[in-house]
């Protein structure tokens, strides 16, 4: 399976609602992601599933992927993504889904970084994950513990 790892775009630094879980993305986060998923795209970044963290900014980033990378599935929201979930959560709703061609995920930080680390077998954070920036790691077996292997990350500096 190809796991692709998204994290949310710029985001206000505060809602209206004062909640965190309300942040919305700026325009300039936007425009970061469009970015990063236009280039994605044309290299062939094509998800059979779009699971999201509840959360506004990070809903706002699956549509946005949706609609860049052709996705027109619905969008499964998953509290496996938010930020106060652990690695061996987001491994969980990844092994729920083991049917899926490309699965891709749109979730936060520190969450996503000590992620790809759990994916790569490592007991320490390995990646630094940038706001809009997206990982692809090859997942081969679904057993208790992850075996990824990392492809490629991209950020919006190299978009």
Do not use: N
């Amino acid at each position: 399976m190809e796991l692709y790892l998204l994290r949310h775009g710029i985001a206000e630094d505060r809602a209206a609602t004062g909640r965190d879980a309300d942040r919305r993305l700026t325009e300039e986060g936007r425009d970061k992601l469009r970015r990063v998923l236009e280039r994605a795209h044309a290299a062939g970044v094509r998800p059979s599933l779009i699971l999201s963290s509840p959360y506004k900014r990070t809903l706002e980033t699956a549509e946005i992927a949706a609609h860049a990378l052709g996705y027109e599935g619905k969008l499964v929201r998953t509290p496996a993504l938010t930020p106060d979930s652990s690695p061996e959560d987001v491994w969980d709703a990844v092994r729920e889904h083991r049917d899926e061609d490309a699965l891709l995920l749109t979730g936060h930080e520190p969450l996503f970084s000590a992620t790809v680390a759990h994916l790569l077998g490592s007991t320490r954070a390995m990646v630094h994950f940038r706001k809009g920036a997206l990982a692809c790691v090859d997942v081969e077996g679904f057993g208790a513990a992850p075996a990824g292997v990392l492809q490629w990350m991209l950020t919006a500096k190299l978009a």
